[in-house]
């Protein structure tokens, strides 16, 4: 490994007062090994490590740098509006300019409430199915990610039933009790759920295109399938879409494949890198929210101007660039490089794209659920991310996650990363 010796003291002196060195686990490279790149500044699709080391960067800040790294209109955004005050505690216009343009952009979105990351759109989302409801059920995929509040961090019972085993520590069996998860893509397992339980299932969260296991497509149909089961059990439907959302298409995956969630949860992309999450839907059901209604949501740095403002400038960069068909055509090269050198060499590996969202499965596919996503030996995952990053390419360190691609990102620096692929599958 090159001159990693900046990054490697930066870590020791990191987990001396740190758990774990870092402030989110999947940046301590626990599934590749190896010390963690510090970095020290990034720009458009290149990031640069403290030891000087320039990447082509496929993180993106797991999916908010959609415009790429310092976007010269963002950062003059944010620089004007901290000029202004960072935080009020109080009302801006700014907060109601961005909530329209999210109600103009998300078509089953009819009324807003902004928070400060995706973990509290989600944990916001399901109290308001909750109490819409007056039921406790909550449905989840196995491999999708909605945050980690208690709710949500839930193994997969086998079979259908509730009363499902925490997968961490520090979660209340309680509180997990009233979470099922089941096999994505298999509406079967649902059907049966409905069956026996749904008079007590409150709502349904799913990632329309799951982009936490690697990235799994849905199945033709398999939203519509939800949709038309929730209503007949009385259920919510909410959509996810705090990676999708402003980037599978303008309007997000529901856009995409036409179908309407009654609740979606945003993050990222709509925070323009500054943290921002959102939850929207029907005005029927977002009325219920504090101050109007029973349901209690609050937050400090809710609507802070320098996210509203690198958020506000985000989205309108990207109707500008005309975004999602350059996106498109983007991760489509990436697509076609890779899967290039899969069929010349015959690996038992496959790709995964929806957009700019992409994934390379070091097993033969076809992925279509966490079983089939986690087929792949991660030893060879680890083998393959190491020999990028000495090719000068920064993947997510784990082999359950989605590659991203922003607008930043160029032909030439594509052909790049597919060379690079090409000799690091040889090894
Ligand atoms: N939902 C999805 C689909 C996510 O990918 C994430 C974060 N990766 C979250 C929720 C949680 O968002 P945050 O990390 O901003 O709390």
């Known amino acids: ?80 509006a901290a000029a202004g005050g960072t935080s009020f505690g109080a009302a801006t216009e700014r907060e109601t300019l961005l909530a329209e343009e999210i109600v103009e952009r998300v078509p089953s979105v009819e009324k807003v409430r902004l928070v400060s990351s995706g973990t509290e759109a989600t944990m916001t989302a399901v ?31 086998s079979g259908l039933a509730t009363g499902s085993i925490p997968s961490g520590a520090g979660i209340p069996a309680t509180a997990a009790a009233a979470t099922a998860s089941l096999p994505y893509n298999d509406l079967g397992a649902f059907e049966s759920l409905c069956r026996e339980q749904g008079s007590e299932l409150a709502c349904v969260i799913v990632e329309p295109v799951a982009a936490n296991m690697g990235v799994v497509p849905p199945a033709e149909g398999y939203l519509q399938e939800l949709r038309r089961l929730c209503d007949a059990h009385g259920a919510l439907l909410i959509f996810d879409e705090v990676i999708t959302g402003f980037r599978v298409a303008r309007g997000g995956a529901q856009e995409l494949y036409g179908v309407k969630p009654d609740l979606t949860c945003m993050g990222k992309v709509v925070g323009g890198g500054l943290p921002l999450g959102a939850v929207g839907g029907r005005a029927l059901i977002m009325d219920r929210l504090a101050p109007l209604g029973d349901v209690y949501q609050a937050g400090t740095l809710s609507g802070n101007p320098l996210a509203v403002a ?49 994934t390379l499965f070091l097993s033969p ?29 920064y993947l997510p360190p784990s082999p359950f996650e989605a590659w991203f691609v922003s607008l930043a990102h160029e032909e030439a620096q594509l052909a790049e990363t597919v060379a690079a692929a090409e000799r690091a599958l040889a090894m």
């Open 1 to 80: 490994m090159l001159n990693g010796e900046k990054s490697r003291e930066a870590f020791e002196r990191a987990e001396k007062v740190i758990p774990g060195g870092v402030n989110s686990p999947v940046r301590a490279f626990g599934s590749v090994g190896g010390t963690p790149r510090f970095i020290a500044s990034a720009a458009g699709p290149h990031i640069v490590d403290i030891d000087g080391r320039r990447y082509i960067d496929y993180v993106c800040s797991w999916g908010p740098m959609i415009l790429g790294h310092a976007h010269p209109e963002v950062v003059a955004a944010v620089q004007e």
């Open 310 to 358: 690198a958020g506000l400038k985000t989205l309108e960069v990207l109707d500008r660039e005309n975004a999602f068909a350059r996106l498109e055509q983007l991760g489509a090269q990436l697509e076609e490089g890779l899967r290039g050198i899969v069929e010349r060499k015959h690996l038992p590996a496959s790709v995964s794209r929806v957009g700019s969202l992409l």
């Open 127 to 157: 109290r308001l199915a909750r109490a819409y409801t007056g039921r406790d059920l909550v449905v989840k995929f196995d491999g999708c990610y909605h945050g980690h509040a208690d709710h949500f961090q839930v193994r997969a019972g």
């Open 365 to 393: 596919g076809p992925v279509v659920d966490f079983t089939s996503a986690a087929a792949g030996s991660r030893d060879d995952f680890a083998r393959f991310f190491h020999a990028m990053l000495e090719h000068g390419i």
